[in-house]
């Protein structure tokens, strides 16, 4: 090929250098980046201290968000340089690790910035100061990531700077919806209840003259607390918001929230046609149940006719229910048998170092879900991780308490327990928390961690869960179909004009679901926008994943292998779950 040496020589050495010039500026891109990734988590954590708590960066514990006006504007000016920074970046010399972060970081970027120009939920919803409030101590009080004299202190810093931290909320707020007035003065309730009684043995472990210090400064953010809410109290008076973000608003939002590169919609006509097609196999799996149970064969003239046949089956599996006073303990009593479950079938590899307890949902968490999972954050070790059952409120009478039981039936709380705990959301954050991005950890997908928890229903029942019960598949049908009809009462709120009335027949009708657990997901509905999505999407998107893997691997398929190295790769979007599995 080459008649001359020296020319051979000359081509070889040109490719040396070409090589060698090529690593040198990946390599300076790469130390680019990773400065640019540091200087903007150091000032994410400074400016959201309570989310930096979480994460497990304790330098600003003592501090709450600063909702000034001019923080607001400060901030929006910060990302708009930082963006530029990291957009002329030459990203295709990045490694496949760090192109990932670089995309969710821009993405993280960007929906801060939709956040604080576009949707200002800071200006409406009350609910974002008493979430963030009740957290800030609760964080504090309740997970023991230092000693308790070091968290006293910091948690009198953040009483100390709970009025101005009002004062400001008050400031922001502007006209607010009624839904979300009415939750937050019941969260305040709640906020107020742990300030006046929930604090007391966190005290006894405390000095004496630290201890005074709190009992006042507990007093003052009371009463700041008890102006808040009368502030919101007389804001129920005023012309209220719309709920409602309209669909701009809400197309804009979807797309933050989901990172998956999907319209609004695509999305419903999706999750329409999987409405159709799940509503059919609950019909053939309905039908042997029936003709056992009633002594007949059902008739199934008409999508009415089969819906009726499914919602009799489903009433009786429904009686099969605890009492009032028993639902932590059922959910309590699952536990122990999905670990061994998952241990014997060998479905992925469970951490015996995570420890998990379940309780009721703290106060001021309550109204928006039933259960919830609360997890240390990715730089914290053996915390305490706590799976939060929301008890049957006190004032609820007979009737409501009895639909919501029957919702919550056994097998419901079993597959709760699945989405929750194991192998659901508590398995996937600690194995997402092992993995070295921060990036990741910070910014992870609701996508992917609704995904896996929905998709892990499923996959435990066909792997044998319930003994080949069938009943089991058709509860956990009907899961499925609560999140589809999630995917569309959400859009059809939010970006439409869905009532209420239309809403409840979609969830009571349409998805089998009992009168209070529709109830309580139309207060959800108007509450939360986009998130609702997340479930139908996430399980979508994994199923295909999975079926693609599969194909891929042929008969070298391993579940638990598709398992873990999913799971290894921290949050991120499906769409680069794909990238890494499938490529």
């Not at 009350?126 to 101590?137: K, N, R």
Request: aromatic share 10%; with cysteine.
């Amino acid at each position: 090929l080459f008649r001359s040496p020296s020319l051979k020589y000359a081509v070889i050495g040109g490719l040396g250098l070409s090589f060698f010039v090529f690593m040198v500026l990946s390599l300076a891109v790469t130390h680019e980046f990773k400065d640019l990734k540091d200087s903007f988590l150091k000032s994410y954590y400074k400016t959201y201290p309570v989310n930096a708590t979480w994460i497990g960066v304790h330098e600003y514990d003592g501090s709450l968000t600063d909702y000034s006006r001019k923080a607001l504007d400060s901030r929006a000016s910060y990302l708009k340089n930082i963006s530029e920074q990291i957009e002329s970046l030459d990203f295709s010399r990045l490694n496949q690790n760090d192109h990932i972060d670089y995309e969710i970081l821009l993405d993280a970027i960007r929906s801060e910035q939709f956040e604080l120009l576009e949707l200002k939920e800071a200006t409406w919803n009350p609910l974002v100061y008493m979430g963030e409030l009740g957290f800030a101590f609760e964080s504090l009080i309740g997970f023991e990531f230092a000693s308790a004299s070091e968290r006293a202190n910091t948690f009198l810093s953040r009483l100390n700077e709970t009025p101005n931290f009002l004062f400001q909320a008050e400031a922001l707020l502007d006209s607010c919806p009624q839904i979300h007035l009415n939750t937050a003065i019941r969260q305040c309730d709640g906020v107020m209840q742990m300030l006046d009684s929930g604090i007391d043995l966190f005290l006894e472990d405390i000095e004496s003259d630290l201890a005074v210090k709190i009992k006042s400064a507990s007093k003052i953010a009371l009463a700041s607390l008890t102006q808040f809410k009368a502030f919101l109290e007389n804001k129920l008076k005023e012309p209220h918001k719309d709920f409602r973000l309209g669909s701009d608003l809400y197309e804009h939002k979807l797309s933050h929230i989901l990172r998956e590169n999907l319209s609004a919609k695509t999305v419903l006509e999706k999750a329409e046609e999987f409405l159709k097609i799940t509503q059919d196999d609950m019909a053939d799996l309905a039908f042997p149940l029936y003709t056992e149970w009633f002594g007949e064969e059902p008739k199934i003239d008409s999508h009415g006719d089969k819906q009726k046949m499914v919602r009799r089956v489903l009433d009786r599996i429904s009686e099969d229910h605890v009492g009032r006073e028993e639902v932590m303990e059922d959910a309590l009593g699952t536990i122990s048998e999905l670990t061994q479950f998952i241990q014997d079938k060998n479905l992925l590899t469970l951490d015996p170092n995570k420890p998990l307890e379940v309780r009721p949902m703290p106060e001021f968490q309550r109204g928006v879900s039933v259960a919830n999972l609360q997890a240390p954050g990715p730089l914290e070790s053996n915390l305490q991780t706590y799976y939060n059952v929301s008890p049957v409120p006190e004032d609820w009478d007979n009737e409501r308490v009895e639909s919501f039981l029957r919702e919550y039936n056994h097998i419901s709380v079993t597959i709760l327990s699945i989405h929750e705990a194991l192998p659901g959301h508590y398995v996937q954050l600690y194995y997402a928390n092992r993995h070295p991005s921060l990036i990741r950890a910070v910014f992870s997908s609701g996508v992917m961690i609704e995904c896996w928890a929905h998709y892990t229903e499923a996959m435990m029942i066909e792997e044998g869960l319930g003994g080949g019960d069938p009943r089991y598949d058709l509860v956990q049908k009907k899961w499925r179909l609560r999140g589809i009809a999630n995917a569309i009462i959400d859009q059809k709120i939010h970006a439409g004009n869905m009532t209420r009335e239309e809403a409840m027949n979609l969830m009571v009708a349409e998805t089998f679901q009992e009168e209070a657990e529709a109830s309580a997901k139309w207060v959800r509905a108007q509450l939360t926008s986009a998130q609702l999505s997340t479930y139908f999407v996430g399980s979508m998107l994994i199923e295909e994943l999975r079926k693609d893997y599969q194909q891929k691997h042929g008969d070298d398929f391993s579940l638990k292998t598709f398992h873990e190295t999913l799971l290894s790769q921290g949050s991120i979007p499906v769409r680069y779950l794909r990238q890494i599995l499938l490529d």
